[in-house]
């Protein structure tokens, strides 16, 4: 069966420079979100997407944006990119909103690493 | 606001043992609960969940049952193999769009 599908795996960008990270839902879900794990710990909330409309932010930084194109792929634009930022991204998918006690389905992460 | 606290680990057993890894949670109302398992390099899979108070979710012999009276959701195994060895992240859902994980438990079986 198809998985979430994250693009690229690994990345390596220097400080100040931008990235963008792909996340591609199974087919038919219309809920994207985003989270971000550092290293040893747990994933955190960033951003998520209903139908391509925003559903719920998380604690995304003002140098992050991110958007629900119409095939219901979504990107992560990371501006102004800071050691700190390094850290493996995880996009998720979901039929319907998690509200509705539905089941998200992770991707493989991209691991993210600013030099 | 809602939060999962998780034993710490790591947790180092012998194959064949029993697992228990605890999970408490604060929530108001009737929260999902959820342990993921995420393998070295891999993704976070589902591994279980329950979504009302006395369920108990399994699958691939991990068991949690979840209990509103102690606020818990305890992960239990009677007998771990080599290849459970991962990060086990307790979890919730309430009323939004955010999946709230706790800290993760690093578990380590040796054969």
């Known amino acids: 069966a198809a998985g979430v599908i994250q693009s690229p795996r690994h990345l390596i960008k220097e400080k100040r420079e931008t990235a963008t990270l792909k996340c591609y839902p199974i087919?038919?879900?219309?809920?994207v979100y985003w989270y971000q794990q550092g290293p040893g710990q747990d994933p955190q909330f960033l951003i998520s997407?209903?139908?391509?409309?925003?559903?719920d932010k998380g604690s995304i930084p003002d140098r992050f944006s991110a958007q629900q194109f119409s095939d219901y792929h979504s990107e992560l634009n990371m501006s102004s990119l800071e050691l700190g930022d390094s850290a493996l991204y995880f996009c998720?998918?979901?039929?319907?909103?998690?509200?509705?006690?539905?089941?998200?389905?992770f991707g493989q992460g991209t691991r993210l690493t600013v030099v | 606001g809602n939060s999962v606290t998780q034993m710490e680990g790591p947790v180092t057993l012998s194959e064949e043992a029993f697992l228990t890894i605890n999970c408490t949670y604060t929530?108001?109302?009737?929260?999902?609960l959820f342990w993921y398992v995420q393998y070295p390099g891999e993704g976070l899979q589902l591994l279980l969940k329950a979504t009302k108070a006395d369920d108990k979710g399994s699958n691939k012999g991990f068991e949690a049952t979840y209990r509103k009276e102690t606020t818990s959701f305890h992960l239990e195994k009677g007998s771990v193999q080599v290849s459970d060895s991962a990060v086990y992240f307790c979890?919730?859902?309430?009323?939004?769009?955010?999946?709230?994980f706790g800290k993760g438990t690093r578990l380590h079986i040796l054969p």
């Open positions: 997407f209903y139908e391509k409309m925003q559903s």
């Open positions: 929530a108001t109302g009737y929260p999902s």
């Open positions: 998720a998918s979901s039929l319907g909103e998690l509200v509705l006690n539905t089941e998200a389905f």
């Open positions: 087919p038919r879900h219309d809920t």
């Open positions: 979890a919730l859902t309430q009323g939004d769009d955010k999946i709230i």
